[in-house]
């Protein structure tokens, strides 16, 4: 088996996030080019013979419930709705991220403004270093939500890819 083991399958949270799991093979990519040995074993979940039997097991279930009218336009999502899903998710705290940044700037420029017109208002203060923080807590959120969605996605098309390609070449 070629590769180094997987790690985005045995990593935390916080790494999984942020994808410091990758971080090792992009070290060694920046310092040379990337070798068969440097790329990581693909997990399990990945495995070709488990996509298809995932794609197989949802075929199955559509000819039984529809039997003339069994289609693969059906199977497929039943077969990677969950991690679809998920991706969706993502997207959703990315977009909402993407609307409250602005609606944060403005009540930081009114705090602003409130600093000055009365100096001395710690209130305004407060508020002003509130939502500076804000701003920048839902920028990182943005950029993890866009970043798993783009992972759980293209995972998501490799996976069907893979198990339609399998399936077609074992027929």
């Known amino acids: 088996v070629l590769g180094q083991p997987n ?6 949270l916080f790494s999984r996030f942020f994808f410091c799991w990758a971080t090792p093979m992009m070290t060694t990519g920046f310092s040379r080019p990337l070798m068969d040995g440097d790329l ?3 997990a399990s979940y990945d495995f070709s013979i488990m996509l298809t039997g995932r794609l197989q097991e949802a075929w199955k279930y559509e000819v039984r419930s529809r039997r003339d009218k069994a289609s693969l336009m059906r199977a497929l999502p039943r077969a990677w709705m969950k991690p679809f899903f998920i991706s969706g998710v993502w997207k959703l705290l990315n977009d909402a ?5 602005p609606v944060f700037m403005g009540l930081l420029l009114r705090a602003l403004s409130d600093i000055a017109k009365n100096p001395g208002d710690a209130e305004a203060v407060y508020r002003a270093y509130y939502y500076a923080v804000a701003m920048y807590v839902m920028q990182v959120a943005g950029a993890v939500g866009e970043g798993q969605y783009f992972q759980g996605c293209m995972r998501c098309g490799m996976q069907v890819r893979s198990a339609l390609m399998t399936t077609i070449f074992e027929k």
Do not use: D, V
């Open 7 to 12: 790690r985005e399958a045995s990593a935390g």
């Open 40 to 42: 990581f074993q693909l």
């Open 97 to 101: 991220q993407q609307f409250t940044g």
